[in-house]
């Protein structure tokens, strides 16, 4: 069974400092893991995953097997950011659309 | 961009009752999903469609629940007879391909009294 952990249930930063959103996960196979981003009043969209290897909005999250992490992270917060964000995590091939999400952080980015 | 549509944005019945949530997935998607979130919980995989069937579903997609596609652009859910704990957020989702990233509605939330 996979299960995706994330520890923190609120995370408050001030604007220009360094976030860090943490998940954890577990999963026997090779797993796809995507973080998703709901921001107040808007739909559940996805941020980036970890195939893409791609930075978005400034955001970046290296997949760690050994640590299986996949921690989402930003040098400098802005106000912006301040969402719901969701780490999921996909066993890919014919379930890759059937998601396991964890249960969410919200990030408040003072001023 | 296109965006997943979603009707009604808030249902209320009686338990006991049927209900039918309705979605409008983007138009040239061919996969489609239902996801929930109970207040406070997380947000839970209920069933996956492509090429009109059911191509996975979870423990919680019993015989209470069925899907359709009636016609080229709707894809609903159906609770039969629904429960107290069938109260929930119920997001719709589709992609155009089994391995591209979803695309959510904004969901309808169901309050079953």
């Known amino acids: 069974a996979q299960r995706v952990t994330q520890p923190e249930k609120l995370l408050s930063v001030f604007k220009g400092a360094p976030v860090e959103l943490k998940c954890n996960y577990s999963?026997?196979?090779?797993?796809?893991l995507f973080w998703y981003v709901q921001y107040s009043r808007q739909r559940l969209q996805l941020l980036l995953r970890h195939i893409s290897r791609e930075s978005i909005k400034g955001f970046t999250a290296d997949l760690n097997k050994g640590e299986t992490s996949f921690h989402l992270k930003k040098p400098f917060a802005q106000e912006e950011d301040s969402a719901m964000y969701y780490c999921a995590l996909s066993a890919g091939g014919t379930s890759y659309g059937k998601l396991t999400f964890g249960q969410g952080t919200i990030l408040t980015v003072h001023p | 961009e296109p965006e997943v549509t979603q009707t009604p944005s808030h249902q209320v019945t009686q338990m006991g009752q049927e209900v039918i949530l309705r979605c409008v997935p983007i138009s040239n998607h061919l996969y489609f999903y239902w996801y929930r979130q109970i207040l406070g919980q997380k947000v839970e995989f209920l069933v996956s469609f492509y090429n009109n069937e059911i191509s996975e579903k979870s423990e919680i997609f019993d015989d209470q629940f069925s899907v359709e596609r009636p016609d080229g652009s709707n894809f609903t859910l159906k609770i039969r007879s629904t429960k107290l704990e069938d109260s929930a957020m119920y997001f719709c989702?589709?992609?155009?391909?089994?391995?591209?990233?979803?695309?959510f509605g904004s969901g309808t939330q169901l309050s079953v009294l």
């Open positions: 999963y026997s196979g090779s797993p796809e």
């Open positions: 989702a589709s992609s155009v391909e089994g391995v591209g990233k979803l695309f």
